[in-house]
């Protein structure tokens, strides 16, 4: 549930508020494990992706609005509040970035679009600075073919 968030998961990740603006997602099916063979140890649905006739963010938007939140995303402050802390100011909160909504995502950037020149160039290229560091990760598939993955621990 990665690619939708709330409501379909207890929390919403960076990747689902990146997309939210554009997207709709819907369950369309939910598997039993018996549908599947080996029968799989996580739930699995059928998500239908479908893109938004009016976006939340408009488009020339996009790129400011993937940088606002990844900058926020990838923050080591514990708490909304502290995280915008030197960007914009906000009402306080306790709220972590994955507990907050969509709407209060978007409001969010529509109050950070305000914010002067210097505050919104804070959080200039976040998102592709985040993309080449997940680059220089290496990646470990875990898959059954494997069965010394762990050894990558």
Same mark, same amino acid.
């Given at each position: 549930?990665?690619?939708?968030?709330?409501?379909?998961?207890?929390k919403?990740?960076?990747?689902?508020?990146?997309?939210?603006?554009?997207?709709?997602?819907?369950?369309?099916?939910?598997?039993?494990?018996?549908?599947?063979?080996?029968?799989?140890?996580?739930d699995?649905?059928?998500?239908e992706?479908?893109? *938004?006739?009016?976006?939340?963010?408009?488009?020339?938007n996009?790129?400011?609005? +993937?940088?606002?939140?990844?900058?926020?995303?990838?923050?080591?402050?514990?708490?909304?509040?502290?995280?915008?802390s030197?960007?914009?100011?906000?009402?306080?909160?306790?709220?972590?970035?994955? +507990?907050?909504?969509?709407?209060?995502?978007?409001?969010l950037? +529509?109050?950070?679009?305000?914010?002067?020149? *210097?505050?919104?160039?804070?959080?200039?290229?976040?998102?592709?600075?985040?993309?080449?560091?997940?680059?220089?990760? +290496?990646?470990?598939?875990?898959? *059954?073919?494997?069965?010394?993955w *762990?050894?990558?621990?």
């Open positions: 549930m990665k690619f939708s968030g709330k409501p379909f998961d207890y919403n990740s960076q990747l689902s508020v990146i997309l939210n603006p554009w997207f709709e997602f819907r369950v369309v099916y939910n598997f039993r494990s018996g549908d599947l063979f080996p029968r799989p140890n996580v699995i649905i059928l998500l992706i479908r893109k *938004r006739d009016d976006p939340l963010v408009i488009y020339k996009k790129d400011k609005y +993937e940088d606002f939140i990844t900058y926020i995303f990838n923050q080591p402050k514990p708490n909304i509040t502290e995280g915008l030197r960007v914009m100011k906000i009402k306080p909160t306790a709220l972590k970035p994955s +507990e907050l909504n969509f709407e209060d995502w978007v409001s950037f +529509e109050s950070f679009l305000v914010q002067p020149q *210097r505050q919104q160039d804070l959080v200039k290229d976040s998102f592709t600075k985040h993309l080449k560091q997940q680059e220089n990760i +290496e990646k470990i598939n875990r898959t *059954r073919v494997d069965k010394d *762990r050894k990558y621990r």
